[in-house]
């Protein structure tokens, strides 16, 4: 997937600017896709001139003018493409897993705290995800939701962002006590 894909897709319940495009990924489309937001300014000239994107100026009497884009039929067309081909699987790369196979080999305080400091952000990220779900959803229940909502999509990715965070906090407490156990234990001996 290219940044452009992810763009194209926040980009389809409505006109942002980039200021808001930047602000959407920071809520919902970096559980997936994270980039920066001169990364989001850039993709957006580039979608632009492939005619992917359209742009429209609006004027504003107290603050400067902003652009705002909306996908396109040729973006819409590259978006039916993009979904139609096979999705490549995910691979996890995190430098916490790294230092927590090294477990067995070094002092395991500062791995504790860093493990401790994952759970805290997932904990939030919960906390965020389980908000949007329930604003997107209003006053459905989420089954009622998934069967007649408008807009199922960004609904599932929430959802998958809400159970990967809670994989996370989960396992982060699993080694924090397993490691914990293991400390105690080596040290009674």
Not at 17 to 32: E, I, P, R
């Amino acid at each position: 997937m290219a940044l452009k894909h992810a763009v194209l897709a926040a980009l389809l319940d409505e006109e942002l600017s980039g200021y808001q495009l930047a602000k959407s990924f920071g809520l919902g489309v970096a559980n997936f896709w994270h980039a920066q937001p001169q990364q989001l300014y850039a993709e957006l000239t580039r979608l632009e001139g492939d005619g992917l994107i359209a742009g429209r100026e609006v004027v504003q009497d107290t603050r400067p003018n902003k652009r705002l884009f909306e996908v396109t039929a040729a973006g819409l067309a590259e978006l039916e493409r993009f979904t139609a081909s096979a999705a490549k699987p995910s691979f996890i790369r995190d430098d916490l897993f790294v230092k927590v196979q090294a477990a067995d080999h070094v002092d395991t305080e500062g791995l504790i705290g860093q493990l401790a400091d994952r759970a805290a952000f997932a904990e939030g990220k919960i906390e965020l995800f389980e908000r949007l779900l329930r604003t997107m959803r209003g006053e459905r229940d989420e089954e009622e939701f998934l069967r007649h909502g408008e807009r199922v999509g960004p609904y599932l990715t929430c959802l998958r962002g809400l159970a990967f965070e809670e994989g996370n906090r989960d396992w982060c407490a699993r080694a924090i006590t397993v490691l914990r156990e293991r400390k105690a234990a080596r040290e009674q001996h």
